[in-house]
Nanobody
Framework: QVQLVESGGGLVQAGGSLRLSCAAS????????MGWFRQAPGNEREFVAA????????YYEDAVKGRFTISRDNAKNTVYLQMNTLKPEDTAAYYC????????????????????WGQGTQVTVSS
């Protein structure tokens, strides 16, 4: 198992950028597929992006394609979410998640597939 701690959230104007980080504890970070999810008040937690264990394959929810980039640095046990051209509808709590030995096939968009979660970081985009 890994423990996950997100950081980098904050208040930004529409059109601005933020970079979220998720630091993982433990020696097995490179054995985990990683995902980012978000949850706005009153909404379900929804998939944003995922990255394979080796960082080669990435997947995005349609609404963030071309604006968000997920990446990872296995030497630093960290996964990132670079968010550009932010919109008010991106406002949510953002969570990173880890799946041990997970392969990004069909289930990575489901929050139930992941084993471990961070506590979340709030992103607020003002219009």
């Amino acid at each position: 198992q890994v423990q996950l701690v997100e950081s980098g959230g904050g208040l930004v104007q529409a059109g601005g950028s933020l970079r979220l980080s998720c630091a993982a504890s433990g020696r097995t970070f490179s054995s985990h597929s990683m995902g980012w999810f978000r949850q706005a008040p009153g909404n379900e937690r929804e998939f944003v992006a995922a990255i394979s264990r080796d960082g080669i394959n990435t997947y995005y929810e349609d609404a963030v394609k071309g604006r968000f980039t997920i990446s990872r640095d296995n030497a630093k046990n960290t996964v990132y979410l670079q968010m550009n051209t932010l919109k008010p509808e991106d406002t949510a709590a953002y969570y990173c998640a880890a799946k041990f030995r997970g392969t990004l096939a069909t289930l990575y968009r489901s929050r139930y597939w992941y084993d471990n979660w961070g506590q979340g970081t709030q992103v607020t985009v003002s219009s």
